[in-house]
């Protein structure tokens, strides 16, 4: 896929969707769209695949920007999407040899496509399982939705979390995105 194609795709993807995002990573991605690099964008990339932790718990990430489905902003950023953060976690709840079900937060938040349907999710296991949100370091908007609904929330002494909000951006001619 050229730039071109990625831009346009972006373009699309910003546009009438909504998005609960800490507002500087709504700007990069602005920025992106118009032709700016991603290279220097901290923390919007992060997904490490799934960890496997000694006995009976079961680590799953729910890191970098949050997106609905798998999509070419994974493939650009990392990032969690919903589907496969849900679908984690249901085998996880599921596994009677899972006891213990952490969830290692590190997001600035993202759409909030399955977002809602996600955080219900982790609140309903955690009525068989606990489920600790470990902030390590950043659980912003759409992140800290899901977050907040485990059993036990705990955060770095760095880290930051809060703001379930929308950050909405005004497309004002056709010169915005």
Known sequence: MNDLTLRAELKTMLRGT?????????TVLHDMARGGSPANVEGMAKRPGKVDAPGNVAVLNLTGVIIP???FMQMLFGGTAMTEFAAELQAAADDSKISTIMMNVDSPGGRIDLVPETAALVRATRETK???????????SAAFWPASQASDLVVT???E?????VYMSHQIGRAHV
């Open 69 to 71: 489905k798998p999509s």
């Open 130 to 140: 606990p489920v600790i949100a470990v902030v390590n370091t950043c659980a912003a």
């Open 161 to 165: 979390v809060g703001s379930i909000g």
């Open 18 to 26: 909504t998005w609960a995002i800490a507002p500087e990573y709504l």
């Open 157 to 159: 002494p760095s880290g």
